[in-house]
């Protein structure tokens, strides 16, 4: 069982969760994952590791609630044990000798970038954040990445924090004015990370992507995580889940994640009527 | 006086048509009546080539002597002392190619149902007897690691701790059981008895951490640093392969040990469970051994409306035991052979929607002895929407490439001097993860052989001095 020692929300969606772990927190690097299980009954579930701290053995996660799972993590509390916690898995990122390096995160995935640009920046490089949201109300973890960057730059969809547009954009400007970067980082929905992938190959610059496939153990035993690199089956689980960006085939990815959507959006339905029901009793 | 009987005693099963929709064990077992008739079918031969057959060296006559006159727990203490999971090997060894392939009652008329009487003597006991293997470790005892507890790491954490170890067995998985637990079904063995077994080991003594993938949160080298005195990987072989045919990454299309795992260990067959599959209503299953038709009769008991096997050779070369052929085809699973899948063909959404196999006929035999297949130039399409990829397993790479000086061979296994010693001084293996995908068995033998090195080595070592053993 593994403790729940932090746990906050950070918008509507989206919550933090630091677990007293300490063989996973001992060796965990940026870009590694694990795999919780809530319960007897429940999925497997890979998240990136958000951060960890070696002298208190914790690992921390930040997830957005949207399906049955992390539904369910999101209503745990401070104290309460997860039944499975195991990692950290994947290869870990290779985030040494850049001089300038242009992170770029899209919603959820500023939780998975973040704790690269925050190494990259204790190594010394130069770093340019560009970062999306769907709008205002759900930006997280904007202090902690100012802190770690050169420069941040948020984009919003709907403009709501006066600044709209897509990270595309925001790359394509910087890049445009003049900063060399010998690497992106992207990390993000799919979608964001190809287009970003078809931007950095018109300037020819190396672009690693951070693969989010589904999957159940983690250690290369299930094939599920597949993806197609450089037009080779690579699993994300330990061969990646970071790839060379301009060698994904992001459409293949985005079609095997949707593999359960219909069962998805049913046990979520009937785990969010269960608790409404179970709230309506109570009052 | 013998029973001459030319045939086994019958062992009862679950009709066909049932069973193929409900996961529930097929074989029910003999009654003692039925294994006290079978015992007595036993010549007991002075050469016992039934035990030079059997890769743990079962006292097989002796068993079926004690079963013979009722005395069943003391058959069980019999086959325990050289088999550390009896009721499992009883279920899914393929004993016509090992103790019953070599007994004398074979020659004329069937052999003696040792594997049935195996699982009688385990089933009895554990009905029967109270728990009462003691501990014989304590704090001060040599520690070893074993990582895996599939059945070379069970059977050889089991054998040290019966020499007075304190063992630690690490897995990655949420479950103890490799594939006795992710891998065969609950209608060939019964988790209940994987988790029997194991909680007799622990009982033992035998440690399970659970959720730790050695080679990511623990190396072995450290494993070391940690005081282990020794350790023995049976990590098995886990890597699954593919066909590397067009297509092959459509939604719908899953390794067999996926397909497994998502039935067998996340139990999506149960409705209280969250994990998802595709209830699939047309299935190929690619490959023609027991996985192949563990996944086949899992598809089928998941609903589906047509599940085939499609296996490049013919049936005579199919690496399946005969017993599971005969099982898959009784509950109507089609068996497509000389059929080699070419491509796959997936809709817009990326979903399964048929799957190109070329025809093939037999030519010369290859470099296995078996006939090689050869394409006619005729192909066919089959109507499916999933396929299951079982054409075998490699060793996993993460404890290779973690642990350096410990050498393996082209195809990822650890290479060993005597079948359990690697080239890393105290570091044994065993089982699928040196030999490549082979036998619950064998796998056992080989933990149960490194379980002995390992307490040379200790010996010799001065870990462990004769006063204390």
């Known amino acids: ?283 | 006086m013998p029973n001459m009987q030319l045939n086994k005693v019958p062992m009862p099963e679950a009709c066909p048509a049932v069973r193929s929709r409900n996961f529930e064990e097929v074989a029910h077992g003999y009654s003692a009546e039925d294994a006290m008739l079978e015992a007595q079918r036993c010549l007991n031969c002075k050469n016992r080539p039934c035990v030079s057959g059997c890769p743990v060296n079962v006292k097989i006559p002796d068993f079926i002597a004690k079963v013979a006159e009722g005395d069943f727990e003391g058959a069980y203490a019999i086959i325990r002392s050289t088999n550390a999971l009896p009721a499992v090997c009883g279920r899914v060894c393929p004993q016509e190619n090992q103790c019953e392939g070599k007994c004398v009652r074979g020659i004329k008329g069937e052999s003696v149902a040792i594997g049935r009487l195996e699982r009688f003597c385990a089933d009895y006991h554990m009905q029967h007897a109270e728990k009462t293997t003691p501990c014989k470790s304590d704090e001060t005892s040599v520690r070893v690691a074993v990582i895996g507890s599939g059945p070379a790491g069970l059977s050889c954490a089991g054998e040290l701790a019966r020499r007075g170890y304190r063992v630690t067995v690490f897995e990655a998985f949420h479950t103890a059981g490799g594939v006795l637990v992710y891998g065969i079904p609950e209608f060939r063995l019964p988790k209940a008895i994987v988790k029997t077994e194991i909680e007799g080991l622990q009982a033992m003594g035998v440690e399970i951490a659970l959720d730790t993938v050695v080679g990511r949160a623990v190396t072995v080298d450290e494993l070391f640093e940690e005081g282990y005195a020794a350790v023995f990987i049976g990590s098995g072989a886990g890597l699954p392969g593919f066909l590397g045919i067009p297509g092959e990454n459509s939604c719908g299309v899953y390794s067999a040990n996926e397909y497994l795992t998502r039935v067998n260990l996340m139990k999506a067959y149960r409705e209280e469970y969250d994990t998802p599959i595709i209830h699939a209503k047309r299935v190929a299953v690619v490959g023609g051994g027991n996985v192949a038709m563990d996944a086949a009769r899992c598809a089928m008991r998941l609903g589906a409306e047509e599940v085939s096997i499609v296996y490049r050779r013919s049936e005579a070369e199919m690496p399946a035991r005969r017993e599971e052929v005969h099982h898959a085809k009784e509950e109507g699973i089609i068996f497509r052979v000389l059929t080699n899948p070419a491509a796959i063909s997936a809709d817009d959404d990326g979903f399964v929607t048929a799957m190109t196999c070329d025809l093939m006929r037999l030519g010369d035999p290859d470099a296995s002895g078996r006939c090689r297949p050869e394409p006619t130039g005729e192909q066919i399409a089959l109507d499916v929407d999933t396929v299951i990829v079982a054409v075998g397993t490699s060793p996993n790479p993460l404890i290779r490439m973690t642990t350096p000086g410990l050498d393996t061979d082209r195809r990822g296994c650890i290479m060993t001097a005597d079948g359990v010693s690697t080239s890393r001084e105290g570091v044994f293996a065993g089982g699928d993860a040196v030999t490549g995908a082979a036998t619950v068995i064998l796998a056992m033998g080989a933990g149960r052989e490194a379980a002995k090195k390992i307490d040379a080595y200790c010996r010799e070592k001065g870990y462990r001095d004769e006063k204390n053993s």
Not at chain 1, 111 to 124: C, S, V
Not at chain 1, 149 to 168: A, E, F, H, M
Request: proline letters at 4%; one cysteine or more.
């Open chain 1, 1 to 283: 069982m593994f403790k729940i020692v932090r746990k906050y929300s950070l918008n509507d969606t989206t919550d933090f969760l630091s677990v007293y772990a300490p063989r996973i927190a001992a060796k965990a690097k940026p870009g590694q994952f694990i795999i919780f299980r809530i319960d007897e009954t429940g999925e497997r579930i890979p998240l990136t590791i958000a951060g960890y701290d070696r002298a208190a053995g914790t690992v921390s996660v930040i997830f957005q609630k949207v399906g049955k799972s992390t539904i369910k993590l999101g209503e745990m509390k401070e104290g309460d044990e997860i039944l499975d916690f195991v990692g950290p898995l994947g290869t870990p990122s290779h985030l040494d000798g850049y001089r300038r390096v242009a992170v770029i995160g899209g919603g959820l995935g500023c939780a998975i970038a973040y704790p690269q640009a925050k190494y990259l920046h204790e190594q010394g490089t130069e770093v340019d954040m560009i970062v999306g949201f769907r709008s205002k109300d759900i930006i997280i973890l904007e202090e902690e990445m100012r802190a770690c960057s050169n420069t941040l730059t948020i984009l919003t969809d709907d403009g709501s924090n006066g600044n709209q547009g897509l990270v595309t954009d925001g790359l394509k400007q910087k890049i445009e004015s003049g900063a060399q970067y010998d690497l992106v980082i992207a990390i993000g929905p799919p979608i964001m990370m190809k287009f970003v992938c078809r931007l950095t190959k018109q300037y020819g610059i190396k672009t690693i992507v951070s693969m989010n496939p589904i999957m159940i153990d983690g250690t290369g035993m299930c094939g599920g995580c597949r993806v197609t690199v450089g037009g080779k089956i690579k699993f994300a689980c330990v061969d990646g889940p970071d790839f060379d960006g301009h060698e994904v085939d992001f459409d293949e990815l985005i079609r095997r994640n949707r593999m359960y959507a219909a069962d998805e959006r049913h046990a979520r339905d009937a785990h969010c009527n269960l608790m409404k029901m179970a709230n309506t009793e109570q009052r």
